[in-house]
Each structure stands twice: as C-alpha cells, then as structure tokens.
C-alpha cells in the first residue's frame, strides 16, 4: 500500500491595501515607503506599475526577489551638507524667542477660526486610495496611529486642526475652511480688533456709503 502524502491547508489572509481575502500562497509580502505590506495579485500588478514597489517581494512560493531600483527608492551615496557658521548679533536670541511668541498666539487665533470639513472621511479615503496606500501606510506619514485613521476614514473620530493639517500636506488635500461663527463673532473672546467686522458694522458702513 501506498504512502499518503497530505498538505497543510492554506491560510487565509487579507489584502492590506483592499481588504480582499486572499490564499496565503497567492499573498505577495512587499515594501511601500519603507512599510513592509501583504497584498493580493491585484494590488501587487498595479503598484509595481505604478512604480512604488521600493523594496523586496515575496513569490507564490515564497522566495525572496529582488527588485530593480524604482524613482521611490533613496539613492544610497549622497553628497554631504556643507556647514554654514552664521554669526549673529548680540540680543539676537531674546529678539527671536519674543518673536516665536508673538507669532505663536497670531497663529493660534487663526487655527481657532478654522473647522474641518463635513466630509472629512470620504476626502481623506479617496485621496489615500488614489496614491495606493494602506491605512497603515497613512498612518507613518502623518505620525498616528492606524487605528486612529480607521476612525476617522469611518467618520467616528474627527481629526484636530493640527492632524487635518498635516493631512492636508501629504494627501494634498483641502480639509479645513473658514469657521463662519468665529469669523463674524470673533470667538468667544469677542471680535478680534483689527481682523473682522460684525454684521451690525457692516450694515452701518453700507449705509454710510449710501448717503
């Protein structure tokens, strides 16, 4: 009588850049701006021709293979930085600290009367999809957790002024608009002097122009 050979199942596992579930043999393990990924045939096909498969891959049979070197990956001998010595003026420090302050509350104000838009969750999704990035992917880019992205691709977490900033700047995208209550009223704090008018002055300078 013959031998039985039998096989181990296979596993299943999902696809990191569209959820797919997938055969574990048929997973491609890959490196995408430094993140290592477990992605379908699928998504594997479209990021190497769109040229962000940086690193090494995983075969079917799950032997490593190199990749050629892609416009993503960081050259490996760079020239170094010349040092520049600045001299600076005695009380330049002081000045500089008192400056930093100074522009510190102006910029805190104009955070203050600025919102995250409604839709927050399908801009941020969209735009994540079309670079060909994972949640986790994200997540490095603008230092959060993955899990906090989650949240808030799901509309369940809205992201601070300061988060939605730094999404703007990666995704290239318009997250934030003017805060229409804060504009007119100026906060709580009342009108901010010399920044913006309530609708009463308005009227009055309209009316005076009339006349």
């Not at 990924?37 to 040229?51: D, H, I, M, N, T």
């Not at 995250?116 to 959060?144: C, F, T």
């Amino acid at each position: 009588m013959g031998v039985r050979r039998v096989f181990p199942r296979s596993r299943k596992v999902y696809c990191e850049m569209c959820g797919a579930e997938i055969d574990e043999r048929e997973a491609r393990r890959i490196v995408v701006d430094g993140v290592t990924l477990v992605v379908c045939p699928r998504c594997y096909e479209k990021l190497v021709k769109r040229g962000r498969v940086s690193g090494v891959t995983m075969s079917a049979a799950g032997r490593p293979r190199p990749l050629a070197p892609t416009a993503t990956s960081t050259p490996l001998h760079q020239a170094a930085p010349r040092t520049v010595r600045t001299v600076r003026p005695a009380g330049y420090a002081t000045q500089r600290k008192q400056g930093i302050a100074r522009r510190g509350t102006r910029s805190s104000r104009l955070l203050e009367s600025y919102e995250v838009v409604e839709d927050y969750a399908e801009r941020i999704r969209r735009a994540r999809m079309r670079l060909g990035w994972s949640q986790k992917v994200l997540a490095i880019k603008v230092r959060e957790s993955e899990n906090t992205i989650k949240r808030i691709e799901a509309g369940k977490l809205r992201p601070t002024i300061e988060l939605a900033r730094r999404l703007e700047e990666v995704l290239g995208i318009k997250l934030l608009e003017p805060a229409v209550d804060k504009l007119i009223s100026g906060g709580e704090g009342g009108r901010l002097p010399g920044l913006y008018a309530t609708l009463g002055e308005i009227v009055n300078i309209r009316k005076k122009e009339g006349e």
